[in-house]
Every structure is written in structure tokens, then in C-alpha cells.
């Protein structure tokens, strides 16, 4: 393997080998739709994602399709879907719904997919959940450039990346053996400025207790995230915007 996209597709092609829901060929229809991750979530996403249902949506790094899955349910017409041996994954689901418009295989890289074009300027909204991670370093500049370039003015660009100053980040990001770089609140910010983004936000996509018992860790967490803040203020003179495990964050096209 020459390079580090090289081995990343190397790699996700042996783990979705091992992956029973698409190890036959396929995403199932049924598990598309009834995604368990998506159901999860679609309440929050229904407060981010733009009115319009008729903008075009990118995802890039599909996995099981629950952030499409999210987008067929939420109704909107257009959703694209970009990744390793997505065709291969995919074909199934764009054949079965119209609101699954178009599958994009990345051969090389997210950078070299997206400065083709026809992808200049075609997305209201473009989405990337734990994909960010996996670029290498040298590629970061570039990749953002093109995310930004296929975006049109005031498109979204949505990321989702494990979060160096939450609780475990030893376990999300150098136990993994796809992970490239690592981000917090601040440097993920500085991609996005000089990227040409603008009104950057981190967002919270908690999910709403049930029972008394989930009420109760969610207290726990909150006492324990308060203390990790007030630790960096203490140490190191700052007041992070975020520990949680996730890093949410979004920018839009200047």
C-alpha cells in the first residue's frame, strides 16, 4: 500500500466483508428504513436540516445509511450517497427509492471525488458522520476546500468526529485503526474558517432520558462534564466549548 487512502479502503473492504447486513451484496430495504440509529436521531436532525425539501443532500461515509435513511423519512427528494464500494452496497435501495438519487464510489479519496466538476456547487447540505478522523493530515486543507467547493453559497456542511477532550478519547480515536488525526472544539473550528465557512456551531444532539435510571447517568454525566471544563480553565486558561465524546459541529458556505 502506498498511501494512507489506500489502506483505509483496504481496510473498510475487510470489515464490511465481516459485516452481516451487507456481506450478501446488499443493504436490505427493511433495515434501511427501519434503521435503529436513524430513528434514534430523527427528531434532532429534523431541527437542523434546512426546510427546503428539495435541496440536494450529500453523505459522505455512508455506513448502514441511517443519515439517509433520516433524510428519506424527514422527506426529502434528493439524497446522494458517497463511499468505499457504495455501489456495491447501495444499488439495491437507489433502485427502490426515488428519493435516492445518485451513489458515488470514492476510489481514491473524498478530496479527489468531490474537485470533479460535476460536483462543483451542487449541495444545499452535506453531511459526514465520523469520517473526518480517517483523512490524513496532509489531505485535511484540500478535502475541506472541496467540501466547500461542492457546497453553493450558504450550503451546510455537517461533521460528527470523536472529541479529543471528552471522557474516552483514548478509545475512540487511537484504539481505532482507521483514524488519522485528532480534533477538538478549537482546530475543528480553524478547518472551517479557512475553508471559507462561516457561522460555525457546535451542536448537542443529547437524546431525551427515559426512566429514572437514565435520568440519573445523564445527571452523573453533566456533574462529570462540568468538572472536565472547569479543569481546563484551571490548567490550561481555557473554557472548551465542548468534552463531550462527540464533537458536533456545522459551517456554511460565505
Not at 480517517?134 to 476546500?145: E, F, Q
Amino acid at each position: 500500500m502506498l498511501n494512507a487512502n489506500e489502506f483505509l479502503s483496504e481496510l473498510y473492504s475487510r470489515l464490511d466483508a465481516g459485516n452481516p447486513l451487507y456481506n450478501k451484496g446488499q443493504i436490505n430495504l427493511e433495515n434501511f428504513i427501519e434503521n435503529e440509529i436513524a430513528n434514534h436521531y430523527i427528531d434532532q436532525y429534523s431541527s437542523i436540516l434546512p426546510h427546503d425539501k428539495s435541496i440536494k443532500i450529500l453523505d459522505i461515509g455512508v455506513g448502514e445509511g441511517w443519515f439517509a435513511s433520516i433524510c428519506y423519512k424527514l422527506g426529502y427528494k434528493h439524497i446522494e450517497l458517497a463511499d468505499y464500494g457504495c455501489s456495491s452496497k447501495f444499488t439495491q435501495i437507489k433502485e427502490s427509492l426515488d428519493e435516492v438519487n445518485a451513489l458515488h464510489d470514492v476510489e481514491t479519496s473524498i478530496k479527489d471525488l468531490l474537485q470533479q466538476e460535476k460536483f462543483n456547487d451542487q449541495y444545499g447540505f452535506i453531511h459526514m458522520s465520523h469520517v473526518i478522523e480517517h483523512i490524513p493530515k496532509y489531505d485535511l486543507i484540500a478535502t475541506m476546500d472541496s467540501l466547500n467547493h461542492a457546497l453553493y453559497k450558504k450550503g451546510q456542511l455537517f461533521i460528527r468526529t470523536p472529541n479529543l477532550l471528552g471522557p474516552v478519547p483514548f478509545n475512540s480515536l487511537y484504539c481505532t485503526a482507521g483514524h488519522e488525526y485528532g480534533f477538538v472544539p478549537s482546530n475543528l473550528n480553524q478547518f472551517f474558517q479557512i475553508s471559507n465557512f462561516e457561522h460555525i456551531k457546535i451542536h448537542d444532539l443529547e437524546i431525551p432520558a427515559k426512566g429514572f435510571s437514565q435520568k440519573i447517568g445523564r445527571m452523573v454525566r453533566k456533574l462529570y462534564m462540568m468538572n472536565e471544563k472547569i479543569k481546563y480553565r484551571a490548567f490550561e486558561g481555557v473554557y472548551p466549548e465542548s468534552v463531550d465524546p462527540e464533537l458536533i459541529m456545522s459551517g456554511h458556505k460565505k
